[in-house]
């Protein structure tokens, strides 16, 4: 019976030591009121936000970069796009092939470029007649040629940085010898003042409907061409030698700026400024 009792006793004693040691692990340091690590869960979610927080801080850092960036780029086409305007009573001088300034009061000097349809008007210095009261439509190489010497008086209408006129300034008519107003080929054809005559010579393409066609001197007249231009090859323009007969090859519009652009011999019939007959001279 007393060996029974202390047998309880001593159990219970060891229940009690047990459950105490227990509670001592389970409140010792580094646990939390869950039992879990203090290195566990909360840590990793702080670890989470801070990745988190720092990618954010990278995003809107490269965001700032590109927008930076796209700023800088649009700036730069800004300032690449060209000067557009018109340019009064200027000088024009070369710089080099294709590439010119204007000297223009009020405006300073401007650079500009041309292109194949940037059209040039000449008074007698690029080309053309100083006495004619109609400006001639010249050639690019006339431009080049005719400002290498010096400077040449002009107006030039620009967009974008290229020229899409330069039109030559007569001298100043003396007074009382009429207004001095200034007429493009163009005018003068319209108004019934275009040249007339025949020519035999090099015919030449300026632009799509117009040519020039120089003497043996290498004098050259410029015209136009209609649609009522009687156009005959005999193998130059189009056709063939053999077989064209006396009046040749009827041929079209374009076959004549094909060969005008190599040039080629021909007899030109000219109307106020607009070629009647074109007949090559092969």
Same mark, same amino acid.
């Given at each position: 019976?007393?060996?029974?009792?202390?047998?309880?006793?001593?159990?219970?004693?060891?229940?009690?030591?047990?459950?105490?040691?227990?509670?001592?692990?389970?409140?010792?340091?580094?646990?939390?009121?869950?039992?879990?690590?203090?290195?566990?869960?909360?840590?990793?979610?702080?670890?989470?936000?801070?990745? *988190?927080?720092?990618?954010?801080?990278?995003?809107?850092?490269?965001?700032?970069?590109?927008?930076?960036?796209?700023?800088?780029?649009?700036?730069?086409?800004?300032?690449?796009?060209?000067?557009?305007?018109?340019?009064?009573?200027?000088?024009?001088? @070369?710089?080099?092939?294709?590439? @010119?300034?204007?000297?223009?009061?009020?405006?300073?000097?401007?650079?500009?470029?041309?292109?194949?349809?940037?059209?040039?008007?000449?008074?007698?210095?690029?080309?053309?007649?100083?006495?004619?009261?109609?400006?001639?439509?010249?050639?690019?190489?006339?431009? *080049?040629?005719?400002?290498?010497?010096?400077?040449?008086?002009?107006?030039?209408?620009?967009?974008?940085?290229?020229?899409?006129?330069?039109?030559?300034?007569?001298?100043?008519?003396?007074?009382?010898?009429?207004?001095?107003?200034?007429?493009?080929?163009?005018?003068?054809?319209?108004?019934?003042?275009?040249?007339?005559?025949?020519?035999?010579?090099?015919?030449?393409?300026?632009?799509?409907?117009?040519?020039?066609?120089?003497?043996?001197?290498?004098?050259?007249?410029?015209?136009?061409?209609?649609?009522?231009?009687?156009?005959?090859? @005999?193998?130059?323009?189009?056709?063939?030698?053999?077989?064209?007969?006396?009046?040749?090859?009827?041929?079209?519009?374009?076959?004549?700026?094909?060969?005008?652009?190599?040039?080629?011999?021909? *007899?030109?019939?000219?109307?106020?400024?607009?070629?009647?007959?074109?007949?090559?001279?092969?």
């Amino acid at each position: 019976m007393i060996n029974r009792h202390l047998r309880k006793a001593v159990l219970a004693s060891v229940a009690i030591t047990a459950g105490l040691l227990m509670t001592a692990c389970q409140s010792g340091p580094g646990a939390d009121a869950s039992g879990k690590n203090g290195t566990g869960a909360a840590a990793v979610a702080e670890k989470v936000s801070d990745a *988190e927080t720092s990618k954010d801080s990278s995003g809107s850092g490269s965001s700032g970069t590109a927008n930076a960036a796209n700023a800088a780029n649009a700036a730069n086409s800004a300032r690449s796009k060209g000067v557009s305007g018109s340019f009064r009573n200027g000088k024009v001088s @070369y710089l080099a092939p294709g590439k @010119y300034i204007v000297s223009a009061p009020g405006k300073g000097d401007q650079q500009f470029w041309v292109a194949d349809d940037t059209e040039v008007h000449g008074a007698g210095t690029i080309c053309g007649d100083a006495g004619s009261r109609v400006d001639a439509p010249c050639t690019l190489d006339q431009l *080049e040629a005719a400002t290498k010497k010096g400077a040449v008086g002009a107006d030039v209408e620009m967009r974008n940085g290229v020229a899409t006129l330069v039109t030559e300034r007569r001298a100043a008519a003396p007074q009382g010898s009429g207004t001095g107003s200034r007429e493009t080929a163009v005018d003068g054809v319209d108004k019934g003042r275009g040249v007339s005559g025949t020519w035999f010579g090099n015919v030449s393409l300026l632009a799509p409907g117009k040519f020039t066609v120089s003497d043996p001197k290498g004098v050259e007249q410029q015209f136009f061409v209609a649609e009522d231009t009687d156009i005959r090859g @005999y193998d130059d323009i189009c056709g063939d030698a053999g077989t064209a007969g006396r009046d040749g090859t009827k041929c079209t519009e374009e076959q004549l700026e094909t060969a005008a652009r190599k040039g080629f011999g021909a *007899e030109v019939v000219i109307s106020n400024g607009i070629a009647t007959s074109i007949r090559d001279d092969h």
